[in-house]
């Protein structure tokens, strides 16, 4: 069963870059980098439908495998939550070598039981992973008794980390909310302005700079899946009119089926970058007014867009003398390859290179139509070495990437701001582009840059000391 759902996945009809592939590539699935053994963290299925599901706050997540595989994986997201902590609580089964013997399913049941018992959430998710994969633990089968023995949601995650990689596990997360959570609940408030945004994790707290927006004009988020998620949004989703896919390369599966099962279209946007955040309110209202909201809600979208673009170029045009001429290394990937660059432009900074890792072909092409055509400026993967000599030569003044190059640009002694999933500050819709200059302005013009940028003494004289000897 698992096995035909994998393949169905590689099949994806919603995912333009798996459609581009021939029949043979498609099989290797939704990467081409092979997985290391061991490198679980930020990489395995199983990390991928943790970090997919975990938002949701107020359900168990019980990783039924090792330790190691919780304590590899656990919140490596900034994925906040406006009420229950619960999801910050790590649960696992501990499997040991006697459970690889005996077989780890009634430890999972005890589990399960124990729990529920001590923590009476509205639901738990079981996630399986390598080693009770490989014994033949069936999770399913488990859970499915739990369910029934206990009245609430026991929800098996069938993704093993060896199945495949992170954004697989995306999917496979995705396709358990599908199976076991969405539609399961009916609700009494459903309206003709209920949105769901799909893909968007609530990182620093970022799904909170665009939900006002959506306030403002009387639409209803009736889930995020699964930023600052509860159980009972998500299970309610069905009733939404409209979705909005925020990252489609990992959850497109829940986008497409939901439009197949319920009929509720969707679109893809971004809430990075100003005209993005723009283009997605316009879209989001259009839509809901073809599908029934009030005809006027056109036009308020357009009278907030004017009101909330004008503060924020304002703002942002307040940071150009301090960062006009400054020039950046973006390295990150998908849609921020580009989505942010015409904030860079708006302060005067110049990008001289933008990786288009991850990146769709759309991606590409407005990554390149921001770069005036130059195909050069478009990157995949710089090697270390040719990363620290264009900030070593002074080519470009400050990287933007994550917080695994970030060493490489302290190295070099250049500035480094996080841009990925492990930042502090959240960058999402006017406000968040307006947060991200102000963080640029802090790293570029730190003072500190000065100093530590000088030679050292003994290299301004021209002399090397060395130990034991004469300077």
Known sequence: MLKEKIQDL???????????KSAAERKKGCTTKGLTPGAAAGGCAYDGALIALQPITDVVHLVHGPIACLGNAWDNRHAASSGSQLYRMGFTTDMGELDVVYGGEKKLWKAIRDVIADRDPPAVFVYQTCVPALIGDDIEKVCEAATEKFGRPVVPVNAPGFVGSKNLGNKLGGEALLDYVIGTVEPDDAGPTDVNIIGEYNLSGELWQVKPLLEKLGIRLR??????????????????????MVCSQAMINVGRKMQERWGIPYFEGSFYGIEDTSDVLRTMARMLVERGAPADLTDRT???????????????????????????????????????????????????????????????????????????????????????????????????????????????????????????????????????????????????????????????QGQVRTSGGEG
Request: proline share 4%; net charge negative.
């Open 10 to 20: 590689f099949n994806e009809p919603g995912c333009d870059k798996n459609q581009a």
């Open 223 to 244: 889930a995020c899946i699964t930023g600052d998620a509860r159980f009972q949004d998500v299970a309610t989703a069905h009733r939404a009119r409209v979705n909005m």
């Open 302 to 460: 357009e009278a907030l867009i004017a009101e909330e673009e004008d503060k924020a170029w304002a703002a942002i045009r307040a940071f150009r003398p301090r960062l006009e001429g400054r020039k950046v290394l973006l390295y990150t990937g998908g849609h921020k390859s580009w989505s942010v660059i015409s904030a860079l432009h708006e302060v005067g900074m110049e990008v001289i290179r933008t990786s288009v890792r991850k990146a769709t072909a759309n991606d590409k092409a407005r990554a390149l139509d921001l770069m005036d055509g130059d195909e050069s400026a478009l990157v995949g993967q710089i090697p270390a070495p040719e990363m620290y000599r264009m900030l070593e030569d002074g080519e470009a003044d400050i990287m933007l990437s994550g917080g695994r190059t970030q060493f490489i640009a302290l190295k070099a002694r250049r500035p480094w701001l996080d841009i990925n999933q492990e930042r502090h500050y959240a960058y999402a819709g006017y406000v968040g582009m307006v947060e991200l200059v102000r963080q640029l302005d802090k790293a570029i013009n730190n003072p500190m840059w000065a100093l530590i940028q000088k030679d050292a003494p003994w290299d301004e």
